[in-house]
């Protein structure tokens, strides 16, 4: 073990650093004055922002987690740079607020307008869990519980690299195991109250779990592009091998097959039951404009890059990895704003049925994502910057390293 | 009378005691020229392909392609069951009810692709093969224990008798052998 | 520096030790399993077992014969629960072959090389429990011989084509498809292993036999490097194959409009459950097998503890499933999704609810422990619970969906009955009778996959040859 381990990290992320900053200080501006001209226009696209950016945070939660559990040299390589995400969680629990705001000011949910609970039955019954304080508190509980497993999982990583203690291992361990259970109930009800109560007609259990899935893609992506693009120099340089780069597109291709799995599952399900409660979900998104994007993503979420990823020569080197997880990302997004976006022009219950939603963009929905990436990268290379890239002390970091074999 | 093309021997068989001796010994068997030997294993080592320059195998591509047949005819099959040969309005779905066609095309692909892959390789390898002149040799039973055996085809352009045989001595096998055909 | 080698030495073996015991070389591996077959002999225990086993299957087909002889009707079903034990059964016992593709196929793409030695007896158990698995649905048709009807074929009926558009048949393509994939990727396993006993067995009985069955199978290294592409490849095929069997049999509920069936995350639940159910079910013979034949060397504790985590893990999914029902199930505001929940959880089949809860919700929770992860009886018992719990969980959600449906005019009750329970039991003395024969007759662990895992088959990648 003779690499420098403790190479800052190099300049072709740090540089990055600031065009980052412009676009997020430009975005910022930008938004504010979105805001301004039409709140409602700007809440719409500012949950597709939020809820991609703060989905990339928690699928690198995740990930720490399972590969924690799982072990493997493609854990180890992608620690430092999931853990930088994770330390932006404090970020998404600032940026939440303008979402928080739109909830109080009665702007972005329909279950917050007292008059229209009042008057349909549905609402009326989903009252006791759909309300302002209730959301408020669950709200904190979420935030407190993803606060509190990133600092621990940040802690007790960096105390690792200090001491051998066998000990911190262990706690690492341990918190992961039911650390999965409770993020995936977290993950859960947090996508029940900020998605799919924006139609709270309809509902569906599969889609919490559509949303886990599409989060641990992009996470899983936006963490291998930064080891990708680090592959060339110190300390990745010489430790990173083909089978770990095998590893992380095998793992890029599994979660794009899950999202394909829930994803259809899901249509199938609904199209069959044909229930007025869960057609009209549909059927205001595989309609009219709105078609072409549900096309979209299944050739370019599913289709592409799983011809793609299926491929060694993409795998094997590393850097194409960088091409093809920026498009799933971008598809991503395209995927929460085709989940979200019809929400807000389509009717509500029943109306939903004939009501139907009309593809439309608002030019803040292309600016706020860019905008929220912006700054949320410019803080994730500032963590990164702060610790060795590689972790220290790891017991599987002889097994995952060993040249030859298996 | 024996008819004259069919060689008397079929390859002189070396038997070596560890996966290493084997590798070294394909590796030398190759850059000496030898194209047609092969070894005998108790089980796969990924390092004697490379040594013996393996490196040709269509069977991803086989299955690969046997998949989207089974894709096209799963597909294909249901909806012209659907759409041609017995159109029928259930539950008022549509009839090209695609998402509906989904299962039975994902399960015809895995099995069209499972069993040309199997088959193909079973063709390639040339099995069933019952008899087999290297069984001919006491000692081979041992390729399934835990000898590795490397056998030089009396096929091969540069096979002869005994300086096939002195050249396998070079390699320090345990014991070699003639195959008799 | 020498503390360094010696540190690595001692971890290389301490990586070693759990997966296979020490002192082990190519010949004692090869000779310590193939000999469980051929040297062996058959034991008094094994005489018992498989006596006991084969009556249990006789029973079996004596219930066939007096269902063929009868019809359905002698069974509990009616015309309000018209899914009964066969459905349940099915379920259950499909759900348990999953396991066996689980251990073969996603653990070999994830280089766990614990795998190794029990992946042949799983996939055996895989395709014995589709066996019994594939029994339900053929006897619930009423008329199974008429089972081929289910099978596209040119036909002077001139509709050549089955209803592609109902779950039902798409079992019938995955269940096949299922089967037979199953069954070829276990026969690829063993060709190599059946070559071993056709050159191990002394006399000419089995020497015929094996070597017949082993195709010829001499190790060439270029058909080992055919071989070893196409295993891959079936287990990269087998993987999403096994997900889709168990989706596919959710759909058969999830499809249709019934409270407590029509929910989207039928699929994953679904299979959750049956990897849940399967691995529990190769604990419950696993450990009684590695017992009896002394296998300690070759399934050691390590192995039962990471089959007890992937238990844990399935069954946290499978409990977060059970709360999040009872969640939507309330959340949906829909009256009959809440009486649904309401009826499961007091209705008159409730106490089924609470023991499903204990054993799949409750047992599991102890393997967060590592003590009780090693120890093989609390393994076993746990194991046991949830087997039966997943057998409830069938139960509740078929038979309890179905006896309290929309109209409280079409409500009714349902109970086994004695052909229920004997063909049930029956399909056990089927699957253990071919268990038993696969263990006196087949090497239960793959020979040459375990003599991989020694040290001495390592040879270390040469770089001049690669570039050259």
Not at chain 1, 23 to 43: E, H, K, R, S, T
Request: aromatic letters at 16%; one cysteine or more; charged letters at 15%.
């Amino acid at each position: 073990m003779s690499h420098a381990l403790d190479a800052p990290a190099p300049s072709v992320v740090t540089k990055l650093q600031m065009p980052a900053l412009i676009v997020g200080g430009i975005g910022l501006v930008a938004g504010v004055i979105g805001a301004v001209l039409n709140f409602q226009a700007f809440l719409h696209a500012y949950l597709v922002a939020f809820s991609f950016w703060n989905g990339i945070s928690l699928g690198m939660m995740l990930i720490l987690m399972i590969q924690y559990l799982s072990g493997g040299g493609w854990g180890i390589i992608l620690r430092r740079t999931l853990e930088a995400g994770t330390r932006n969680m404090w970020l998404m629990a600032v940026l939440f607020l303008p979402i928080l705001a739109g909830t109080v000011m009665n702007k972005l949910y329909i279950w917050t307008d007292h008059a229209k609970v009042e008057a349909d039955h549905h609402l009326h019954q989903k009252a006791p869990y759909l309300n302002i304080p209730f959301f408020s508190v669950r709200l904190v509980i979420y935030f407190i519980v993803w606060l509190t497993f990133a600092f621990l999982l940040n802690r007790w990583s960096l105390q690792q690299d200090q001491s051998a203690d066998k000990k911190l291992a262990r706690n690492l361990r341990n918190l992961s195991g039911p650390g999965l259970l409770i993020m995936a109930i977290t993950l859960t009800f947090s996508n029940i109250d900020w998605l799919m109560s924006l139609q709270p007609h309809w509902f569906s259990s599969m889609y919490p779990l559509i949303n886990i899935v599409g989060n641990l893609l992009a996470a899983m992506c936006f963490g291998v592009i930064f080891v990708a693009l680090m592959s060339d120099h110190a300390p990745f340089k010489g430790l990173i091998q083909t089978r770990h780069f095998r590893d992380m597109g095998n793992l890029m291709l599994a979660f794009v097959m899950l999202w394909t799995y829930t994803s259809l599952s899901q249509l199938l399900i609904t199209y069959s039951g044909n229930l007025p409660e869960e057609t009209p979900w549909y059927m205001n998104r595989i309609t009219g404009g709105w078609g072409y994007v549900a096309v979209l993503l299944l050739t370019c979420h599913f289709v592409l890059p799983f011809i793609v990823l299926l491929q060694r020569r993409v795998k094997d080197p590393g850097k194409p990895l960088i091409w093809i997880g920026t498009f799933i990302i971008a598809m991503r997004v395209v995927d929460l704003f085709w989940w979200i976006k019809p929400s807000f022009d389509a009717g509500q219950g029943l109306a939903a049925a004939y009501k139907l939603s009309t593809f439309n963009v608002h030019w803040l929905d292309i600016v706020l994502p860019l905008a929220m990436g912006g700054i949320w990268t410019w803080c994730f290379i500032w963590q990164l910057k702060k610790r060795p890239l590689v972790p220290q002390h790891d017991p599987n970091m002889k097994e995952a390293f060993a040249h030859g074999g298996h | 009378m024996k008819p004259k093309a069919r060689s008397l021997h079929y390859g002189v068989l070396a038997e070596f005691d560890t996966p290493q001796q084997l590798v070294d010994a394909a590796r030398a068997t190759h850059d000496a020229g030898f194209r047609k030997y092969d070894a005998y294993t108790p089980f796969p080592i990924e390092e004697l392909a490379d040594a013996m320059h393996d490196h040709q195998n269509p069977i991803a591509k086989i299955v690969l392609l046997a998949g989207f047949t089974g894709a096209c005819i799963g597909f294909g099959m249901q909806t012209f069951a659907n759409l041609v040969h017995y159109p029928m309005n259930i539950a008022g779905r549509p009839n090209f009810a695609w998402p509906m066609f989904i299962p039975v095309t994902f399960e015809c692909i895995v099995a069209f692709a499972a069993f040309t892959g199997v088959l193909s390789m079973l063709a390639l390898n040339g099995l069933p093969t019952p008899y087999h002149p290297l069984f001919n040799c006491p000692n081979f039973s041992q390729a399934t224990r835990n000898k590795f055996f490397l056998c030089i085809e009396a096929t091969d352009p540069k096979f002869e008798l005994a300086e096939t045989r002195k050249f396998l001595e070079q390699l320090n096998p345990r014991e070699i052998s003639d195959v008799e055909n | 520096m020498a503390a360094q080698n010696d540190q690595d030495k001692s971890m290389g073996t301490k990586s070693l030790v759990p997966i296979i015991g020490p002192g082990h070389t190519f010949a004692s591996v090869n000779d310590k399993i193939s000999a469980i077959v051929l040297l062996r002999g058959t034991s008094f225990g094994w005489v018992v077992g498989f006596g006991i086993a084969f009556m249990i299957f006789m029973m079996m087909l004596m219930s066939i014969s007096y269902l063929l002889f009868r019809g359905v009707g002698i069974w509990g079903i009616n015309n309000r629960v018209d899914w009964g034990f066969d459905i349940i059964n099915f379920v259950w016992w499909i759900g348990i072959g999953h396991a066996g593709t689980l251990i073969s196929a996603i653990l070999l793409l994830l280089h766990q090389k614990w795998r190794t030695s029990i992946n042949r007896f799983a996939e055996a158990m895989t395709l014995f429990a589709v066996a019994c698995a594939g029994l339900f649905p053929v006897l619930h048709l009423g008329r199974p011989w008429y089972a081929y009807f289910l099978f596209p074929y040119p036909n002077t009926l001139g509709m050549y084509f089955p209803q592609f558009r109902s779950p039902l048949e798409w079992d019938v393509f995955a269940v096949s498809t299922y089967a037979s994939v199953s069954l070829v990727f276990w026969y690829v396993g063993l060709i190599p292993d059946l070559a071993t006993l056709r050159d191990r067995a002394k006399s000419w009985i089995p020497k015929t036999i094996y070597g017949i069955f082993s195709l010829g199978w001499r190790g060439s290294a270029r058909h080992w490097h055919r071989y070893e592409t196409i295993y891959l490849l079936l287990a990269g095929l087998s993987t999403p194959l096994v997900l889709s069997v168990h989706s596919i049999i959710s759909f058969d509920f999830s499809v249709s409009l019934l409270p407590g069936w029509h929910a989207t995350f039928f699929p994953p639940y679904f299979v959750a459950g049956a990897v849940f159910a399967g691995f529990a079910m190769v604990m419950t013979l696993a450990i009684p097998v590695r017992w009896v034949y002394g296998l300690e060397d070759f399934i050691t504790d390590k192995h039962l503890e990471n089959m007890g985590k992937i238990t844990l893990v399935t069954g946290n999914i499978v409990f977060y499933s059970y709360l999040m029902e009872l969640f939507y199930g309330w959340y949906s505001a829909n009256e009959y999704e809440q009486f649904m929940v309401h009826n499961r959880l007091f209705g008159p089949y409730g106490y089924m609810l609470w023991a499903l809860y204990f054993c799949n919700g409750v047992m599991p929770q102890f393997l967060w422990s590592k003590k009780i992860r090693t120890n093989s009886i609390w393994l076993f018992v746990i194991s046991m619970f949830i087997s039966v719990g997943m057998w409830l969980e069938r139960y509740v959600i078929i038979v309890v969906s179905l006896h309290r449906t929309f109209l409280p005019s079409a409500w009714g009750t349902y109970s086994g009955t004695f052909w229920d329970w004997s063909l049930y039991i029956g399909t056990m003395g089927f699957f253990l009778t071919l268990l038993f024969l696969f263990i006196r007759l087949l090497p239960m662990i793959s020979i040459s996959e375990m003599q991989m895992l020694l040290p001495e088959a390592q040879v270390p990648h040469k770089e001049e040859a690669h570039e050259a």
